[in-house]
């Protein structure tokens, strides 16, 4: 089986060897790995690892943080494609796509972004309202949406009163960015986290300014 596990260490030479030995010990093995964030002295990774079947997840957390100043951010089950260039590929199907280009979007992000779930929101006579989700989107939509018009990618408060309680219960971290001047708004859910980082907004907002570009 394998999952996600994002990890903060000390951005020096060795912490990520001295890591997969330590994830290596409990018979884990490292799939892939991307940087999400390096700051002053410390990095965050998202590693994809495999473990033994029947082995606990909880071995991963215990292994990484037996090394000194490793942090595990998170750990999820991980069933998604490896590459290592989503975003390309992503803005590739979207061009290519004939039909229902905004579906092909939501379905990808959560895939390249490392989400739970996608929408796209729009405003129309009646507020705010989903033009289209992921399979993985919530029934339960938000009923307005008092932070649109968007101007710029940016975290929201997932515990804001726009928030259906079911969200908020499964303490979900929500983040958002225009899709150009459309008055779309692409909407990113990540139920348990982790929190979004100020790199992964960065992204999101490049992604989602070239899809703008592309849908035309």
Sequence with gaps: MSFLLRVQLPDRPGSLGSLALALGSVGADI?????????????????????PTGALPDTLITAAESLADVHVDSLRPYSGMLDTHRELELIDQVASARDDRLQVLVDGVPRVLRVGWCTVVDIGSQGAYRV??????????????????????????????????IWRDMDTKLAAAPLGNTGKVLLLGRP??????????????YLAGIIATVLG
């Excluded at 990774?45 to 473990?51: A, K, N, R, S």
């Excluded at 348990?192 to 907002?205: C, K, M, T, V, Y």
């Design 31 to 51: 799939l892939s790995l991307d940087v999400v964030e390096r700051g002053a002295g410390y990095a965050i990774d998202d590693l994809v690892v495999e473990v």
């Design 132 to 165: 289209v989700g992921s399979p993985s989107a919530p029934e339960t939509q938000a009923a307005s949406a008092p932070w649109m018009p968007l101007e710029k990618p940016l975290v929201l408060d997932g515990e804001a009163d726009w928030v259906p309680q």
């Design 192 to 205: 348990g986290g982790p929190d979004f980082r100020p790199s992964e907004i960065a992204r999101l907002g």
